[in-house]
């Protein structure tokens, strides 16, 4: 996956112009990956704890996909239900994993304008 700026629609956008579809299911694993995610998420926590940190897990609104119509079209966002920690192992700290054994099942968080990373 390029670490580029990736502009997934530019706008901006009436409300007429946008719609929202919501797919009410969640990432469906295969076993491997699901088996990752709990793994890496228990060294997470307990990486966070060791420093006297919490890393808890939440519910968020996944990105499922977006559907840019251009610039006199309709912007369609396809959205559905997911949880920080798919996000947090699957997209952010093991990308290239996922990238490599499940690529179809990553779990982008909607609401990001800006996700900046340093190093892993």
Request: glycine share 12%; hydrophobic share 40%; charged share 30%.
């Amino acid at each position: 996956m390029d670490d580029g700026l990736v502009v997934l629609a530019e706008g901006p956008r009436t409300v007429e112009e946008v719609r929202v579809v919501w797919e009410g299911e969640a990432v469906r694993l295969p076993e491997a990956a699901q088996g990752r995610v709990e793994t890496r998420w228990a060294e997470y926590v307990a990486e966070a704890q060791a420093r006297g940190n919490s890393l808890f897990n939440g519910e968020i609104t996944r990105l499922v996909g977006l559907e840019d119509g251009g610039k006199n079209g309709e912007l369609v966002l396809r959205l559905g239900p997911g949880d920080y920690k798919h996000f947090l192992v699957m997209t952010v700290r093991d990308r290239e994993w996922f990238e490599a054994h499940a690529r179809g099942c990553r779990v982008a968080a909607l609401g990001n304008s800006a996700f900046l990373t340093r190093g892993e």
